[in-house]
């Protein structure tokens, strides 16, 4: 009655508590069987019927650190954070703006999700596959670039001149 047509790939009919693909997250209902005092002398049942946003690490995560030459595997499976070599034309403060860029983009958007924490492990490989773009670019290691642009706080921060002074721009924190 409705005349619809649907896309055979699009279209995903599944019971309501397994996940499906909604604008890059997974989406699912929770369901649970504990059940608590809500503290009004009855009892309830604790995150059921609630839907759930979570982060789809593998599919979209992963995929985009590995598209993007952020990360390369080892020989025995592991994955690593590797330079990239596509920056390294770029200045100092362009390249830790790029990580920025890309890093706060992807935690502005799932910052919504139930598992946002897990994004930790991106953060750090976000962190060091820039500081070793800088290493290859300077042709030094990743001490000596933290040792070169150290701050008073005891992280790491490329300085760069405005009319006010010297500024710094830091890497950006995933949770920030």
Request: glycine fraction near 8%; charged fraction near 25%; charge should be positive.
């Amino acid at each position: 009655t409705l005349k619809m047509e649907l896309s055979e790939e699009k279209t995903l009919i599944t019971h309501s508590n397994q996940y499906a693909r909604f604008l890059g997250y997974n989406v699912r209902v929770m369901r649970n069987g504990v059940i608590r005092p809500n503290g009004r002398g009855s009892t309830q049942r604790t995150l059921s019927n609630r839907c759930e946003l979570t982060v789809p690490l593998q599919d979209k995560i992963m995929r985009f650190l590995s598209d993007n030459k952020i990360i390369g595997q080892k020989k025995n499976g592991e994955i690593e954070p590797i330079a990239r070599l596509s920056l390294l034309r770029l200045t100092d403060l362009e390249i830790v703006g790029s990580f920025n860029a890309e890093l706060r983009g992807i935690c502005n958007y799932y910052h919504m999700a139930g598992n946002f924490c897990d994004l930790s492990y991106f953060g750090y490989l976000m962190e060091y596959s820039c500081l070793k773009t800088l290493a290859a670019k300077h042709k030094s290691s990743i001490g000596t670039i933290r040792q070169k642009y150290r701050d008073k706080k005891g992280g790491w921060c490329i300085p760069y001149d405005t009319k006010r002074g010297t500024k710094h721009l830091h890497l950006a924190k995933y949770s920030d």
